[in-house]
């Protein structure tokens, strides 16, 4: 069983820059595909970002230029980088994991999940 832990949110101004670290644990962590979904309050939980079990990465249209995925094999960890941050990106953000290495936007094809770490950004 695969098990993610994230860390690593906070309270910051916009503007402000914030790094989110996910570490797996269980698993074959290299094989995986990794990403980063975000839920507001009163929304539906939205894809933000994913790499591959290679480099390839994906980006959701509304964090693309600002947030920047990446991991780190011998350590199982996942990070998001997130710089020029806005109100608008605060919610919980879970990191998940595919048993296959290609990256997906639909969360239905991922298996395994954190339980999310906050991030609030103030105005």
């Known amino acids: 069983q695969v098990q993610l832990v994230e860390s690593g949110g906070g309270l910051v101004q916009a503007g402000d820059s914030l790094s989110l670290s996910c570490a797996a644990s269980?698993?074959?962590?290299?094989?995986?595909?990794m990403g980063w979904f975000r839920q507001a309050p009163g929304k539906e939980r939205e894809f933000v970002a994913a790499v591959s079990s290679g480099v390839m990465t994906d980006y959701g249209d509304s964090v693309k230029g600002r947030f920047t995925i990446s991991r780190t094999n011998a350590d199982n960890t996942v990070y998001l980088q997130m710089n020029s941050l806005k109100p608008e990106d605060t919610g919980v953000y879970h990191c998940a994991a595919r048993r296959v290495g290609r990256t997906s936007r639909d969360q239905s094809n991922y298996a395994y999940w954190g339980l999310g770490t906050q991030v609030t950004v103030s105005s």
């Open positions: 269980g698993g074959t962590f290299s094989n995986y595909a």
